[in-house]
């Protein structure tokens, strides 16, 4: 190889790799001002602060045949009295209070029997991203003894309008008043 033809790949190579260096200082910078741009929402109240996460309170979603509603009552670090109530008409909605706990963005579920003297727990997991709370689409079997006039709790979603167990105590279900028990 001529020394010309091999300088030139070496001055080649040594470009590519500033090239390099360049693109990730401006990724690092990108990533910066990323970050500096979530914490001014979070300041701004237009983000949750993930550091900051409080399910106890009211939740609902409001439609042209009902409103849809949830409660949490905190009981322990990260237990909780939960209330849920879906509406799909004047006759047709489910129903029912149990516990819950939060792990993350995961909060487990447990309908209590008692509260529609059902003879089994309802049991799953919801979504919980600190500003709404999304049900699965797919719930156990058993969970549709909590519904009536074919409802389903099956991918219904909830949205925090007040924190607090005060404003939990608020909520009030169908049949089950109030929805969520202190």
Do not use: H, W
């Not at 900051?52 to 009981?75: H, P, S």
């Not at 003894?145 to 608020?170: D, P, V």
């Amino acid at each position: 190889m001529k020394p010309s033809i091999f300088m030139g790949l070496i001055m080649g190579l040594i470009l590519s790799l500033s090239a390099c260096k360049n693109e990730v200082e401006d990724n690092s910078q990108e990533t910066q001002s990323s970050a500096d741009l979530d914490q001014a929402a979070i300041n701004a109240g237009i983000l949750t602060d993930p550091d900051d996460v409080k399910l106890e309170g009211r939740f609902e979603t409001r439609n042209d045949i009902g409103t849809d509603k949830f409660c949490a009552i905190k009981t322990g670090d990260e237990d909780y009295n939960v209330g849920i109530l879906a509406v799909f008409g004047a006759d047709s909605f489910c129903e029912g209070r149990g516990i819950a706990n939060l792990d993350g963005e995961n909060l487990n579920i447990t309908l209590n029997q008692s509260s529609k003297k059902i003879s089994e727990d309802c049991e799953f997991t919801a979504s919980f991203d600190g500003v709404s709370l999304q049900i699965p689409g797919v719930l156990p079997e058993v969970c549709a003894k909590f519904c009536n006039n074919r409802a389903s709790l099956s991918g219904t979603q909830y949205f925090q309008i007040e924190n607090g167990n005060e404003a939990a105590k608020k909520s009030n279900g169908r049949e089950l008043k109030p929805l969520c028990k202190g």
